[in-house]
């Protein structure tokens, strides 16, 4: 009877420990609950001018920030007459408002709903007029709001009522240019508009410009049909230039037999002259999708196809998995298992569209576990899943054995794409502990608790070129002075354990960060008498010594050569290419680049190569050790693990004292600049134009009046005194209108002088003189004291800056009303 009872207990026990057991993994189940990635849902929006589709609006389920969210230019008539069509994909649209904005977005002029609306199939067609409070010539937002399925959809444009654009002929040009591509027996017609040369024999199609052969411009042997058609963006319209993107999608067969889908982005730059559509500039990206389908195991590695070569890819300490972005989607090869996993796509299942081809996002690998996990950031606009429509930054963590995606965090953000992809890619890191997140945004740090989601700025207000971030992420330096040419002291700041260290220079020593190699930090020491900041944005900084220091804050390199001096650097892989002057005379002169090969870390054979064919050109490989060939992987796609708790934070637009000048050319934003001459340097090499933060126009390539007014009476006191004193020239004029043009070239100069903006030169021939326009348009040469004015030629005026070699002051028109 004693060892029944004992049976009995310890039957008892068993069924209890295996009923928790089976419980916990019940609980486990549910907690790992998985689906799919929702479908997109949102409509999308196209602006229509005479029966064209152009300027694809993407919707936002929360109103942007209107100066964040500069994208597409939208002209209109002078009747003010607009046309809109919304491709619904099911959605039931029941009303639409239309609401205009100044450029800067403090002001609403118009809130209208729109009555004039009808449908056909999956169309909804409207159209509006503006009222009359519109200037010629003058930029404003539009807001188009959709209720659609019972919520609120936002898409913004910007739009210009101006005569003679010429966009009707612009559009035709780019749609009629894209489609002789695809037809090889219009290769003598193409060859009107490209200007070919250097290499002949270049094979590689994943860009193209105007300076491409014809039979490259045709694709080669690729092939190709068009897969989705192009729908035109305006980007830049003015009485002289336009400015045209366009993405769309290409599809070719392989020998093999496979279908291979490819994503086309071309950038235009056009102008219009007698009677007919020059072609200034023109660049073509192309980037295949990547499908394991198709055969892509090679002896090398993976073969990633016809792509850029700015392959983002990580591997784990033991070289088993390879992580690797292209084309806005994240890969993970086991080459142990022989297992390709689609970790991260916005590309919908089954049929495309164009939503699908909307890639304004970025993603960043953080980290990759010798088990195959893998964390990883997605920053951008968000096409669809439980953030789309929405702008943010959202943290990841990819489970290799179960297949499924956790959301860590979701930072919702009121900046667009161009805005976030920089500052993500420069500090955004996930802690070793998985505490915490730290992210770059407008120039302060934030660290977020990934528990409490509690959000604290450990450094703010940082301004360009005062940071970089190391190539893990793990460690950020900044100037502690957050002066560029003017600190004495670098922070450097490990994300691991939350410990700062610095680095000190001499009184009369000035010190500057020039990037990171790896986790190696690269700076140099200038002595305060050689450095020359007086004329911003074209400082020099002569660094008489660089220094390479690691992890440990060990000195492993300290270079410096006698009578050479370094003024600029750039890391690019493992190579730091320096820029060097040497004196000559009381100023400087240029010297021979130097570099410097990291050889701290381990060389393998881990990186990217190619292979040349004669149907697709150039294709980019991923090596891997221990690479084999195999006909296809065996392919598995993630899911999304379903949260119960919400892990979002919101960060709002800041508002900047400062300042800031926006470089946008070829359809993106290209940079951001403290100085204004700084920034229409880059502008005039890129055929772009620089805004300021109110989206007010500073200078814009090519757009020239031939005549001006500016009347002699609006000149102030301190400028027709002659004097050079920049701080009181700002102290006595609103700084909008005051800019340093030193270092602009003498066509930059002359954009100031077309449009009416009065001009100030230094001392030419020991006389200061004032440059205006008088009210005929005409440019006279004030002297200060004289009794008269002198007219002189638009000519003359640049040949007397071109003489004075010295600063120039450009003087705004005043802020218009």
């Known amino acids: 009877m004693k060892k029944v009872l004992i049976r009995i207990a310890v039957l008892l026990v068993i069924f209890v420990a295996s009923a928790a057991v089976f419980a916990q993994l019940i ?49 209109i008539s002078t009747e003010r007459d607009m046309s809109i069509e919304v491709q619904t994909f099911g959605a039931q649209v029941s009303d639409i408002y239309f609401e205009v904005f100044t450029a800067d977005g403090e002001t609403s002029l118009e809130n209208t709903k729109v009555t004039n609306l009808s449908q056909d199939g999956d169309y909804v067609t409207a159209s509006f007029t503006l009222q009359n409070f519109m200037r010629m010539n003058q930029e404003y937002v539009l807001k188009i709001q959709l209720r659609a399925d019972g919520r609120d959809i936002y898409y913004y444009t910007r739009v210009v009522q101006q005569d003679s654009l010429h966009t009707k002929e612009y559009l035709d040009f780019v749609i009629s240019f894209s489609e002789k591509c695809l037809n090889r027996q219009e290769v003598d017609r193409l060859a009107l508009y490209l200007e070919p040369e250097g290499d002949e024999d270049e094979v590689d199609l994943s860009f193209m410009d105007i300076h491409t ?66 072609l200034l500039d023109f660049e073509r990206s192309t980037n295949e999708i990547f499908n394991p389908d198709n055969g892509v195991l090679t002896d090398k590695g993976i073969r990633l196809g016809i792509c850029d070569s700015d392959i983002s890819f990580v591997t784990d300490s033991k070289s088993r998995f390879y992580a690797f972005e292209i084309g806005g989607e994240l890969w993970s090869y086991d080459s142990s298992s022989g297992k390709m996993a689609q970790v991260f796509t916005f590309r919908q299942k089954g049929s495309t569209d164009y939503r699908d081809i909307y890639g304004q996002h970025d993603i960043k690998i953080l ?74 945004l407008d120039g302060d740090v934030y660290e977020i608790n990934l528990t409490t989601f509690e959000t604290t700025k450990i450094v703010e207000n940082m301004k360009p070129n005062c940071y970089v971030g190391s190539e893990s992420g793990k460690y950020f330096a900044y100037l502690a002075e957050n002066e560029a040419y003017d600190s004495r002291t670098i922070n450097i700041y490990n994300m691991d354990t939350k410990e700062s260290s610095q680095i000190t220079c001499g009184e009369n020593e ?20 050689d450095i020359d900041a007086s004329h911003e944005g074209d400082e020099i900084f002569p660094m008489r010594t660089v220094y390479i220091i690691n992890e440990e804050g060990e000195t492993v390199k300290e270079y410096g050569e006698t009578g050479i001096y370094v003024t600029d650097a750039v890391v690019e892989d493992r190579l730091l290419t320096m820029t060097r002057v040497r004196r000559s005379g009381d100023g400087w002169e240029e010297a ?9 870390r381990e060389t393998d054979a881990v990186g990217l190569t190619t292979q040349v064919s004669d149907r697709k050109q150039t294709e980019r490989i991923l090596l891997m050790e221990n690479a084999s060939e195999k006909q296809t992987p065996q392919t598995v796609r993630s899911r999304m693990i379903v949260n119960e708790t919400e892990r979002e934070v919101t960060i709002g637009e800041k508002e900047h004292n400062e300042e800031l000048y926006y470089v946008y050319a070829k359809g993106r934003l290209e940079g951001i600049y403290e100085n204004a001459n700084t920034a229409i340097v880059r502008a005039n090499e890129l055929f772009g134009v620089v805004v300021d933060q109110d989206q007010t126009y500073v200078w814009e390539r090519g757009n020239k009046k031939m005549a001006a007014e500016y009347s002699l009476d609006e000149v102030p006191a301190c400028i027709q005194s002659g004097t050079m004193d920049i701080d009181y020239l700002q102290g006595q004029l609103p700084d909008k209108w005051v800019l340093d043009l030193t270092g602009c070239d003498i066509e930059s100069v002359q954009y100031f002088i077309s449009e009416g903006n009065v001009l100030l030169a230094d001392t030419v021939d020991g006389v200061r003189i004032v440059l205006g326009y008088d009210q005929w348009g005409n440019v006279r040469l004030y002297e200060p004291g004289a009794e008269e004015s002198y007219l002189i030629s638009d000519e003359d005026a640049l040949e007397l800056f071109e003489k004075s070699g010295n600063v120039f002051i450009g003087f705004l028109d005043k802020p218009k009303e």
Not at 29 to 44: C, H, I, N, R, V
Not at 264 to 278: Q, T
Not at 592 to 600: F, G, L, P, Q, R
């Open 592 to 600: 021979s680049e130097d570099h410097i090969i990291d050889n701290v």
């Open 213 to 278: 052969t014809t039979d490259q411009i045709v694709w080669g042997n690729l092939n190709p049909q068009i897969y989705y058609k192009s729908i035109p963006a305006i980007k830049e319209l003015n009485e002289t230039t336009a400015t045209i993107v366009q993405e769309y999608l290409i599809s070719a067969q392989s020998e093999e037999g496979y279908t291979e889908l490819y994503t086309v982005n071309e950038y235009f730059r056009l102008r219009y002259a007698d009677e007919s559509v020059m």
């Open 510 to 529: 000035r010190i500057r960060m020039l990037g990171y190699m790896g986790e190696a930090l690269v700076y140099g020491i200038a002595e305060v008498s």
């Open 27 to 75: 609980n486990d189940e549910t907690k790992m609950q998985t689906e799919d990635m929702s479908q997109a849902t949102l409509p999308l929006v196209y602006m229509v001018y005479k029966d064209v589709e152009m300027n694809p609006l993407h919707g936002y389920v929360k109103p942007m920030a209107v100066t964040a969210v500069r994208d597409t230019l939208t002209p």
């Open 367 to 440: 980290k990759v576990s010798t088990n195959g996990n893998i964390q990883f950031v997605v920053a951008g606009y968000m096409n669809r899943g439980r953030h789309e429509g929405e702008s943010g930054v959202a943290v990841y963590f990819y489970d290799a054995s179960s297949g499924g995606i956790e959301e860590m965090l979701f930072v919702d953000t009121m900046r667009s794409y161009d805005l976030l992809k920089a500052d993500v890619q420069e500090i955004s890191y996930v802690a070793d502990d998985q505490e915490d997140f730290y992210l770059l």
